[in-house]
């Protein structure tokens, strides 16, 4: 037998309440988005759970991305018959000689929200229940943490029946928090922070400074992998990129080497509100990670803070390095993350940067530059690319090969 649909049960949305249609629309939208590579599949969606029909994709396939997926609790593949006693008996009978093994038990769970069916709930067990001793007459019936619980649903048009239930990545779907710009560099950190960004809710978009001809090709095409990365988790993300070469060399020119990276990130938190301002996002989000580098203390986050009012939203900064590599792992960006390819925060990187940097002083420096004229100039030559999870479906698929 092939699975017809695929039946996903909700997380946190549970507690919205009068939201909780806004919530479901948008995990809906978000599971046809992510599933649009696979044309024939259909998604719907009510109050208590969400329906995936297959239409004949592969179902592994489907699986896998549902499980990244963010505000889906659990999911179930399911079996479509016809709605018939006699039907649910012997596909009953067929499912379970398929998966019993000696010494399993098992219970019935039968849901009815077609009320005209000729059994309610409680017959419909007995009846099923009744149909499995009579091929497994050795196997027991068990109501609590039974090894195998048979789910029989009986809606209006047919009948469905599970057995598997599979964990999802839970979370809120992507965009019912609002809308944040990932200040998204080459390294392992963010493409993270974005991860659990999204993991509440958040949609971004992914701003990346490049600064050729100190960076190369290969530096942009390794920003643009690791967004593609996180589309999985949400759908296409906007990737901005921005030309930052006129304003490192200008820095280069009038400050001390100590300051490099204090200005540097100044820039960069006012061009990134620059586009938040104008693409209606409410937060910045970074993968600053509190004490890793010079420029993550505490005195420097606070200098850098100083040019914007908005909300700085630092996923992984209580975390340490082995901590945010095992996420950058499970999310399969750390090998993308560590290719060799410099971005614009190690190209003028000074050998001592200042730990501890005063405002007044990154304001005098400043103050010798047309700070405006560069951050308008900077934003008016922006590159807006719609990055899509076509590329993971390719991964996807090579996966696939290699199960079965």
Same mark, same amino acid.
């Given at each position: 037998?092939? *699975? =017809?649909?695929?039946?996903?049960? *909700?997380?946190?949305?549970?507690?919205?309440?009068?939201?909780?249609?806004?919530?479901?629309?948008?995990?809906?939208?978000?599971?046809?988005?992510?599933? $649009?590579?696979?044309?024939?599949?259909?998604?719907?969606?009510?109050?208590?759970?969400?329906?995936?029909?297959?239409? /004949?994709?592969? *179902?592994?396939?489907?699986?896998?991305?549902?499980?990244?997926?963010?505000?889906?609790?659990?999911?179930?593949?399911?079996?479509?018959?016809?709605?018939?006693?006699?039907?649910?008996?012997?596909?009953?009978?067929?499912?379970?000689?398929?998966?019993?093994? +000696?010494?399993?038990?098992?219970?019935?769970?039968?849901?009815?929200?077609?009320?005209?069916? +000729?059994?309610?709930?409680?017959?419909?067990?007995?009846?099923? /229940?009744?149909?499995?001793? @009579?091929?497994?007459?050795?196997?027991?019936?068990?109501?609590?943490?039974?090894?195998?619980?048979?789910?029989?649903?009986?809606?209006?048009?047919?009948?469905?029946? $599970?057995?598997?239930?599979?964990?999802?990545?839970?979370?809120?779907?992507?965009?019912?928090? /609002? %809308?944040?710009?990932?200040?998204?560099? /080459?390294?392992? @950190?963010?493409?993270?922070?974005?991860?659990?960004?999204?993991?509440?809710?958040?949609?971004?978009?992914?701003?990346?400074?490049?600064?050729?001809? *100190?960076? $190369?090709?290969?530096?942009?095409?390794?920003?643009?992998?690791?967004?593609? %990365?996180?589309?999985?988790?949400?759908?296409? &993300?906007?990737?901005? !990129? #921005?030309?930052?070469? !006129?304003?490192?060399?200008?820095?280069?020119?009038?400050?001390? !080497?100590?300051?490099?990276?204090?200005?540097?990130?100044?820039?960069?938190?006012?061009?990134? @509100?620059?586009?938040?301002?104008?693409?209606?996002?409410?937060? &910045?989000?970074?993968?600053?990670?509190?004490?890793?580098?010079? =420029?993550?203390?505490?005195?420097?986050?606070?200098?850098?803070?100083?040019?914007?009012?908005?909300?700085?939203?630092?996923?992984? #900064?209580?975390?340490?390095?082995?901590?945010?590599?095992?996420?950058?792992?499970?999310?399969?960006?750390?090998?993308?993350?560590?290719?060799?390819?410099?971005?614009?925060?190690?190209?003028?990187?000074?050998?001592?940067?200042?730990?501890?940097?005063?405002?007044?002083?990154?304001?005098?420096?400043?103050?010798?530059?047309?700070?405006?004229?560069?951050?308008?100039?900077?934003?008016?030559?922006?590159?807006?690319?719609?990055?899509?999870?076509?590329?993971?479906?390719?991964?996807? @698929? !090579?996966?696939?090969?290699?199960?079965?």
């Amino acid at each position: 037998m092939q *699975y =017809s649909e695929i039946m996903i049960r *909700y997380g946190e949305l549970s507690t919205k309440g009068k939201n909780r249609m806004r919530f479901i629309n948008k995990l809906r939208n978000n599971i046809s988005d992510i599933l $649009s590579i696979y044309p024939q599949v259909k998604v719907t969606a009510d109050r208590d759970r969400a329906h995936v029909y297959l239409n /004949g994709a592969d *179902y592994i396939a489907v699986a896998e991305s549902l499980k990244q997926v963010f505000g889906i609790q659990t999911f179930s593949p399911a079996y479509k018959v016809e709605k018939s006693v006699a039907t649910l008996k012997a596909t009953v009978q067929e499912i379970m000689q398929d998966i019993y093994k +000696e010494g399993m038990t098992f219970k019935i769970s039968s849901r009815r929200s077609d009320h005209s069916f +000729e059994l309610d709930s409680r017959e419909l067990n007995q009846a099923l /229940g009744g149909a499995v001793f @009579d091929v497994i007459p050795t196997i027991q019936a068990q109501m609590k943490n039974p090894d195998i619980t048979l789910q029989v649903e009986i809606r209006e048009e047919a009948a469905y029946l $599970s057995y598997e239930t599979i964990r999802g990545a839970g979370g809120l779907p992507v965009g019912t928090s /609002g %809308k944040g710009m990932l200040m998204l560099s /080459g390294g392992i @950190d963010s493409p993270v922070a974005g991860y659990l960004a999204l993991k509440r809710g958040v949609d971004i978009e992914a701003v990346h400074f490049a600064s050729p001809p *100190y960076t $190369s090709p290969g530096a942009l095409k390794k920003a643009q992998d690791l967004t593609r %990365k996180l589309t999985k988790f949400g759908g296409n &993300i906007q990737f901005i !990129e #921005v030309p930052f070469t !006129e304003i490192q060399e200008e820095i280069k020119a009038i400050a001390p !080497e100590a300051y490099l990276m204090t200005l540097t990130r100044r820039f960069m938190m006012r061009i990134t @509100d620059r586009i938040r301002e104008a693409r209606k996002g409410l937060i &910045i989000i970074n993968g600053e990670s509190l004490g890793q580098v010079a =420029s993550q203390t505490l005195e420097s986050m606070q200098a850098i803070n100083a040019v914007t009012n908005t909300p700085i939203i630092r996923p992984v #900064v209580t975390m340490d390095k082995l901590e945010i590599i095992d996420i950058a792992q499970e999310i399969d960006t750390f090998e993308i993350s560590i290719q060799p390819f410099e971005d614009c925060c190690t190209i003028f990187a000074p050998d001592r940067p200042k730990t501890n940097p005063k405002i007044k002083n990154a304001e005098q420096y400043e103050a010798r530059m047309d700070v405006e004229g560069l951050v308008e100039r900077a934003v008016a030559g922006i590159m807006i690319t719609e990055i899509t999870p076509q590329a993971e479906k390719d991964a996807v @698929d !090579e996966l696939i090969e290699d199960i079965l």
